[in-house]
């Protein structure tokens, strides 16, 4: 698509339950990112893909977080037992291959899905 | 985790000044990138400095790096009301640079 697509954009869910969360990348874009955004402070880093694989999963936070992007396109990232402190919004961003024309350094963000856990 | 501090945390100011802010990292970097932030949406990339350069420009904004003070400033000149947004660094590490790592932010606030 012509930019990075998140669904849904708005999620409220009740403490303990299980959610998926949703990113369409640029097409043509190898690297898809998911970053965590709270309320006044700067995106935190949770897991990027390179492809299929996931390059860099330090960010997440604890084992109820999983992120998949089996066809190296479209990612879900996944919580389970949900807490109020996951309440945030989950920011996708995606680019092309390093060394390639679709790759100039920058992310391109999707609008984000804001999560709140009741 | 984050590796950039942004200051100040907020700016006040009137249309037509400048505004300037200011971001310190911790580690080595390859490249040092600005984002800016409407609220309650997604961010959209300003700029981006590689680590042998000093300064950038594009259009009203200008980019500093200085690797040895580990800084970097963004400037908007002749600010107008619809620069009001947050503003973030968003650092590249040396090693492993396909991750980006950002900072706190500046939120301006640019009067009419």
């Known amino acids: 698509g012509a930019g990075v697509s998140q669904t849904p954009s708005n999620k409220v869910t009740e403490k303990g339950k299980y959610v998926e969360l949703r990113c369409d990348p640029i097409?043509?874009?190898?690297?898809l990112y998911w970053y965590r955004q709270s309320l006044g402070q700067g995106p935190e880093f949770l897991i990027y893909?390179?492809?299929?694989?996931?390059?860099?999963d330090s960010g997440l936070p604890n084992d109820r977080f999983f992120a998949v992007r089996p066809e190296g396109s479209v990612s879900t990232l996944k919580i389970q037992r949900t807490e109020r402190g996951d309440s945030a919004v989950y920011l996708c961003?995606?680019?092309?291959?390093?060394?390639?024309?679709?790759?100039?350094?920058?992310?391109?963000f999707g609008e984000g899905s804001r999560l709140t856990v009741l | 985790s984050q590796q950039g501090e942004e200051d100040p945390q907020a700016l006040s100011i009137q249309e037509g000044e400048n505004a300037t802010m200011n971001c310190s990292y911790k580690?080595?970097?390859?490249?040092l990138q600005w984002y800016r932030q409407n609220s309650g949406r997604g961010l959209v990339h300003l700029i981006l400095i590689r680590s042998n350069e000093r300064e950038k420009h594009s259009g009203r904004l200008r980019v500093t790096l200085d690797t040895s003070k580990k800084s970097s400033s963004l400037l908007i000149t002749a600010s107008r009301a619809a620069d009001t947004a947050s503003y973030f660094c968003a650092t590249a590490p040396d090693t492993g640079f396909q991750k980006l790592v950002f900072g706190t932010g500046t939120r301006l606030l640019v009067s009419p």
């Open positions: 580690t080595s970097i390859n490249n």
């Open positions: 097409s043509g874009h190898t690297a």
């Open positions: 961003a995606s680019r092309g291959f390093p060394g390639t024309s679709l790759n100039t350094g920058e992310l391109f």
């Open positions: 893909f390179q492809g299929t694989g996931a390059a860099d």
